[in-house]
């Protein structure tokens, strides 16, 4: 059977339909190919209005490919990257990171899955002994993948560390539109502003298919990156359809009015549940994230119904996320499941 609707991911909704008009008022006559159009001129203006006329930008097809891509073109094989024990990079890309950097990942624990400066100096004892992986990239995921929000002083305390040690910052920003919606401050100044060098750009979580970016702050850093996305497999021939699909959540906000939409069906989902006895919210609900622990019974009989994933089986904790076509009505069918689930 069919479930009635998946809360399971984000990557699960549909593509949003102005991103698909874009894309077939795109697949008009011919158009230079690799990114030499007039569409993916048009939407790497559109992103530089919002993070600075000297920005670097590079659309990708992956998140794992922006993420690898841009972290190997800024490190040598003897370095470290460095991220919380629950990042994507680390958790979930198959060791893509590690196999094609050759850098060593450096975890660090994390229970809402956001680190700080504190957790990494003790890691400086290591540069300039070649006996030791040499830390270059601090690597922080915004939003994390528990939902959470790193807030702009936290972001500009582990930027200002990262230049003060010669370290760069990457944003894994997968779901940096929800980041973005439950700030409420401009891209820049999340970004480039608060010192990020490098930032994956997430448009397929947003509405988008097949469509990331890749931007460096530092046009210095980005120097030679067409090569590295070509031996990346990253370097879409018909490059219109991808950028495309960015002008289309550029235009009139649209990026941010998704991420809005997916953040207030998560806060209301959660705001549903705190009623539920046997229900417990594990995290704070910050972004369209919301991770839970209830009974493996009520687990069990809610999946027959609702495609979702267990995160954590131990402790019988549960991820139920949502997207930018979430409805009221899907949130109000799925409480009255649990409920049914729970026996409440």
């Known amino acids: 059977m069919n479930p009635l609707k998946s809360f399971a991911s984000d990557n699960n909704a549909p593509v949003h339909e102005a991103v698909f008009r874009a894309m077939k008022e795109a697949n008009s006559g011919d158009a230079i190919g690799y990114g030499d159009d007039i569409h993916t001129m048009a939407a790497e203006q559109q992103i530089k209005e919002l993070l600075g006329r000297d920005a ?38 198959c060791g893509a990171p590690e196999k094609m950097t050759g850098c060593k990942l450096i975890r660090l624990p994390s229970g809402d899955g956001k680190i700080n400066a ?26 994390t993948e528990l939902g959470t929000v790193y807030q702009l002083d936290e972001i500009k305390k582990i930027a200002s560390f990262a230049r003060e040690h010669g370290l760069y910052l990457h944003m894994d920003g997968a779901r940096i539109a929800n980041a973005a919606a439950s700030l409420d ?22 509405g988008a298919m097949a469509a990331e970016a890749l931007i460096f ?23 219109r359809y991808v950028s495309a699909q960015f002008s289309a959540l550029f ?9 809005r939409h997916a953040n207030k069906m998560a806060r209301i989902l959660a705001g549903e549940i705190k009623q539920i006895r046997s229900v417990t919210i594990t995290q704070k609900v910050e972004t369209n994230a919301v991770f839970v622990t209830l009974p493996a019974k009520a687990i069990e009989k809610l999946q027959r119904k609702y495609f979702f994933y267990i995160w954590d089986a131990r402790n019988h904790e549960v991820r139920w996320m949502t997207a930018y076509n979430t409805t009221e009505k899907d949130i109000d069918d799925f409480v009255s499941a649990i409920k049914e689930a729970a026996g409440e």
């Open 185 to 206: 401050v401009p891209l820049a100044e999340m970004t480039k502003h608060a010192g990020v060098d490098l930032l994956s750009f997430g448009g397929t979580k947003n």
């Open 251 to 259: 235009s009139g906000d649209l990026w941010l009015e998704n991420a």
């Open 118 to 143: 504190s957790q990494i100096y003790p890691l400086l004892d290591s540069i300039g002994f070649p006996h030791h992986a040499q830390p270059r990239v601090i690597s922080i995921t915004q939003a």
């Open 217 to 239: 702050f530092n046009k210095e850093l980005s120097e030679g990156f067409e090569y590295t996305r070509k031996q990346s497999m990253q370097l879409m021939s018909k490059m």
């Open 56 to 93: 670097s930008v590079w659309f990708m097809l992956t998140g794992t490919g922006a993420n690898v891509a841009g972290l190997a073109h800024i490190t040598r094989p003897y370095h470290a990257i460095i991220c919380s024990d629950k990042a994507h990079l680390e958790n979930d890309e």
